[in-house]
Structures are given as structure tokens and as C-alpha cells.
């Protein structure tokens, strides 16, 4: 079964940086699109970035391009989101979410497997 465990949230000063970490366990995930959503108050879910774990293929919502890179360390089973001149838009939920299938990387329900999230307040 898979496991997805966030951490690296905070609340920081507009302009700052955070990074958060994603630690998956339970499979090989050599032919998983790992990916990270977020969701703010009264919003709907949102992709943020996704990454092909075998070959490292990337993607990026228009919102975030420049500004966030997403990553993985294959020998940890660990996903990383690098996050830097952030903005009070940015503030969220963050969750990691896991793809068996390679099925449509922005879109929620291609992901079978979720992390239980963990938040990030931007302040202006």
C-alpha cells in the first residue's frame, strides 16, 4: 500500500522560500507520475507541479512556472517542491499525490494515493 507523508510547511514573508518533501513508501515507483496540488479555502483543488519519477519529466501550472521546481531523490523515495517568491496567492494546503497510471498529471482524480497535506500561509 502507498504511503505518502508531507512535511516543509510554514508561514513565511512574502518573497521568501520554503521547500517541502513528499516521502512515498510502499511500491516501486518507477511508472508513478508523482505530482503536488494545493487547495486554499473555499477553492478547489489545484495542480501545482508533477514529475515522472522514472526519467524525471516535469510539468508546471502557469501560476507557479519560474518560480517553483519540483524534484526527486529516486534513492530516498522522496519528492521535493522548491518554493521561492512566494506570494499571499500562494498560501494553501500543499498535498503530494501519487499516479500508478500515467493518466493526465493535472487532473485530481488521475491520482489514486494522497498525502494528508501540510499548510502554507504566505503574508504580505
Known amino acids: 500500500q502507498v504511503q505518502l507523508v508531507e512535511s516543509g510547511g510554514g508561514l513565511v514573508q512574502a518573497g521568501g522560500s520554503l521547500r517541502l518533501s513528499c516521502a512515498a513508501s510502499?511500491?516501486?515507483?518507477?511508472?508513478?507520475?508523482m505530482a503536488w496540488f494545493r487547495q486554499a479555502p473555499g477553492k478547489e483543488r489545484e495542480n501545482v507541479a508533477a514529475?515522472?519519477?522514472?526519467?524525471?519529466?516535469?510539468y508546471y501550472a502557469d501560476s507557479v512556472k519560474g518560480r517553483f521546481a519540483i524534484s526527486r531523490d529516486v534513492a530516498k523515495n522522496t519528492m521535493y517542491l522548491q518554493m521561492n517568491s512566494l506570494i499571499p496567492e500562494d498560501t494553501a494546503v500543499y498535498y503530494c499525490?501519487?499516479?500508478?497510471?500515467?493518466?493526465?498529471?493535472?487532473?485530481?482524480?488521475?491520482?489514486?494515493?494522497w498525502g494528508q497535506g501540510t499548510q502554507v500561509t504566505v503574508t504580505s
Open positions: 499525490a501519487a499516479d500508478p497510471f500515467g493518466g493526465s498529471w493535472s487532473i485530481p482524480a488521475s491520482y489514486t494515493t
Open positions: 510502499g511500491r516501486t515507483f518507477t511508472r508513478y507520475t
Open positions: 514529475i515522472r519519477w522514472s526519467g524525471g519529466s516535469t
